[in-house]
Structure formats: C-alpha cells, structure tokens
C-alpha cells in the first residue's frame, strides 16, 4: 500500500505536500487530482495558521480510496472561513466542505486530524457532450458558490444539534443536492480555480466549456430546485444565512436552464445578461 508522509515546518513545505498526495491519484484522474491539491493546500495551510506545531501530513490509497490525515497539536477544530470572491486564501475548511468526497476532524491525543477521502473508482460513464457557457459573471459565480457552501454548513451544523427538526430536509433536499453536485464536482472545481484568477485579473466575465455526463441534465434540474428550496427555508428565518441575493438567483436559473437544454435539445448557447 503506498503511503506519503510529509512533515510541514515552514510555508515552503506546503507545495511539497500537495504534489506528494496528488501524486497517489492516477495519470488518468487529472480533474480529481487537482482537487486533492486544492484540498490539500487548504487543511495544511488552515492547520499551520490555526493549528499548532508539529503539522504532518499522511495519505493512503485502500480499496480505491484515498485517504488524507493532516495532523497538528491544536485541540480547537475551528470553522469552516469565508473570504471574498477576490481573496486568494481564507476559505479553509469551506472549500473542504464543498469538494472534498468525504471528510471530517477527530482527535489524535492532544491535537486532531483533519481527513479527506477521496474516490479513486474509475467512472466509466462516458462524456457525450460538451456545454457551452457564455458570459459567465465571475463574481456573482463567486458569490453563488460562496452563498451555497455558507448555507450548507449552516444547515449541517443545525443537524448535528438536532437531527430530528432536520431529517425531512436532510432527505428531501440536502441528499440530491449533495448529489446533483458531485456530477459537477470536476468542472466546479476548474470553473471555481479560473473565476478565481479572472478576479484577479479585474475581469468581468468569462466562457466556460464544460464537458459533461449526460446525468447532468437531470442534475441541473435537481441542483436547481435544490437551491430554491435553500432559499425559501432561508426566507422563513430558520437559517442565519440570507437568501440568495436576486442576481445570483438569476444566475443559478440561467445556469441550470442552459446547462439542461444544450443537453436536452442541443440548444444554441445563450450569453448571461
């Protein structure tokens, strides 16, 4: 079974580690190893900012599963942070929570381990179409996923506290979408990593091509309808975490119909505006 340990003393040590754990993904994995990287980045640089010192870093594949443990002396399990669309760090363990196939934090003595899994079984569904998005406005597709990852930690911290008053809602909506959004969970990832640097970069708008399952128009669908339901439970005041603004509304039905009826109907790509 190969295993990679990484001790991290110093930020220079953080690249290290990322590359030694991507490096257990297989060659023909390139989207699912760039979201281990990410992921890794992540956790390591939350636990030497947050944590406290020896961080090390250990993965392993078994059973066609990635698992990531990083470890630091810090009792405190902290927060999932949130940063603006802009920022090119702070949003730890929110990224984590939004791509990551599987993780959680447990104790290890005194200190605690973050870990990861990820599924490194082959998907043999074939991608039979490519989606074409248009004008895509990067900073409301930041907010968008911003506003989402928000929401569902809230409602998964509420859960945890009270599982009953939430298990209709864990069942109804919070499962398909979880699931809606694995389809996608590639392209958001790369979709997420160019908005990023078209921030950067002061630019408003981009194109995206998107290949695609063909699962992933019923799963626009339900991602869809998903989010509304959020944001009418956000509406009645259960959640601290506001509604969607209306512009990113708008962008998730532009999103959603656009996505379904290119691979539906083979519809020509119609530009946000």
């Known amino acids: 079974m190969p295993v990679v340990e990484v001790a991290v003393e110093e ?6 580690a990322r590359r030694a754990v991507a490096g257990l993904v297989p060659d023909d994995a390139p989207d699912l190893a760039d979201t281990v990287r990410l992921t890794v980045s992540e956790v390591v640089t939350n636990a030497m900012v947050h944590g406290r010192p020896p961080v090390t870093v250990r993965a392993f594949v078994h059973d066609r599963v990635l698992r990531v ?3 630091d002396a810090s009792a405190d399990r902290g927060v999932p ?14 990224i984590v929570h939004a791509i990551a196939h599987r993780w959680g934090i447990e104790a290890r003595g005194a ?8 599924s490194l079984a082959t998907d043999s569904t074939a991608v039979e179409a490519v989606v074409h998005l248009r004008g895509v406005p990067v900073d409301t597709y930041l907010r968008s996923q911003e506003h989402l990852e928000s929401t569902l930690h809230e409602l998964q911290v509420l859960a945890a506290s009270d599982a009953g008053a939430f298990s209709a809602v864990e069942s109804t ?3 398909p979408l ?11 990832t790369r979709g997420r ?4 640097a078209a921030a950067s970069g002061g630019q408003a708008s981009l194109d995206f091509t998107w290949p695609l399952p063909p699962q992933a128009a019923a799963a626009a669908r339900v991602y869809g309808e998903g989010v509304a339901e959020l944001d009418r439970l956000a509406g009645t ?6 509604p969607a603004d209306p512009e990113i509304a708008r962008f998730r039905r532009w999103l959603c119909r656009e996505i379904a009826a290119q691979l539906d109907a083979g519809a020509t790509p119609t530009p946000f505006a």
């Open 11 to 16: 930020p220079a040590h953080v690249g290290a």
């Open 81 to 94: 942070q949130q940063a603006s669309a802009a920022a090119s760090g702070g949003r730890g363990l929110a």
């Open 173 to 175: 909506t919070l499962v």
């Open 111 to 118: 200190g605690k381990a973050v870990w990861l899994e990820f």
């Open 178 to 188: 979880r699931q809606a959004m694995e389809v996608f969970r590639g392209v958001r």
């Open 69 to 71: 443990e990083v470890c």
């Open 237 to 242: 005041g259960v959640l601290l975490t506001p």
């Open 193 to 196: 990593a160019e908005a990023e």
